[in-house]
């Protein structure tokens, strides 16, 4: 059964740093692209970032770019959001997931979700 | 990277159909045949529900179904069911993103 934790969130004040992780655990790890989505509260989702399997090619929201890191440490199984120079509108619970998969490959439709992790920028 | 564009609201009675939409461009929605769509609940995490514009993963009932024509993308419930009380989203992969829409309320009366 894949499983997707993510922990890191917190209270940081604007302009600060914080780094999200998220550990894999159920799957081939290596092998499947990973991604980062956020939900401010009462809002909608919105997509942040997104890693290969091998880490050599990302892609960012115009919002983030910049500012924000992906990475990913395949033989730990966890996925990273290094996130700088933080503003009050990035707050939002941060989801990780990746792609749905059977036997035949993997699809463009995030069929694996954590339970998400709340980030907190306010002074 | 604008968000898809989908109504804030729709509702239906239990037993109707309800559709859907999601309008994008030619740069996502229309460029592309991997739209996906995602339910929901209060407090959950959000569930795959549509992918690649029109095939559902397994255990996702067949009351749910996709469809696209040019840069508008559709989802249709049949025969609801008051579970399907929920936030509904669509998300279309672009070359070098990704994009949600804002997400539809769906009340079932």
């Known amino acids: 059964e894949v499983q997707l934790v993510e922990s890191g969130g917190g209270l940081v004040q604007p302009g600060g740093s914080l780094r999200l992780s998220c550990a894999a655990s159920g799957f081939t790890f290596g092998s499947y692209w990973m991604h980062w989505v956020r939900q401010a509260p009462g809002k909608g989702l919105v997509w942040v970032s997104r890693?290969?399997?091998?880490?050599?090619?990302?892609g960012y929201a115009d919002s983030v770019k910049g500012r924000f890191t992906i990475s990913r440490d395949n033989a730990k199984n966890t996925l990273y959001l290094q996130m700088n120079s933080l503003r009050a509108e990035d707050t939002a619970v941060y989801y990780c997931?990746?792609?749905?998969?059977?036997?035949?490959?993997?699809?463009?439709?995030?069929?694996?979700w954590g339970q998400g992790t709340l980030v907190t920028v306010s002074s | 990277q604008s968000a898809l564009t989908q109504p804030r609201s729709v509702s239906g009675s239990p037993g109707q159909s309800v559709t859907i939409s999601c309008t994008g461009t030619?740069?996502?929605?229309?460029?592309?045949?991997?739209v996906s769509w995602y339910q929901q609940h209060p407090g959950k995490a959000p569930k795959l529900m549509i992918y690649?514009?029109?095939k559902r993963p397994s255990g996702v009932p067949d009351r749910f179904s996709g469809s696209k024509s040019g840069n508008t993308a559709s989802l249709t419930i049949s025969g609801l069911q008051a579970e399907d009380e929920a936030d509904y989203y669509c998300c279309s992969y672009a070359a070098s993103w990704e994009v949600f829409g804002g997400g539809t309320k769906l009340t079932v009366l």
């Open positions: 997931a990746n792609y749905y998969y059977d036997s035949s490959g993997y699809y463009y439709g995030l069929g694996y």
């Open positions: 890693i290969n399997s091998a880490g050599s090619i990302t």
């Open positions: 030619s740069s996502d929605v229309g460029g592309y045949n991997y």
């Open positions: 690649d514009v029109s």
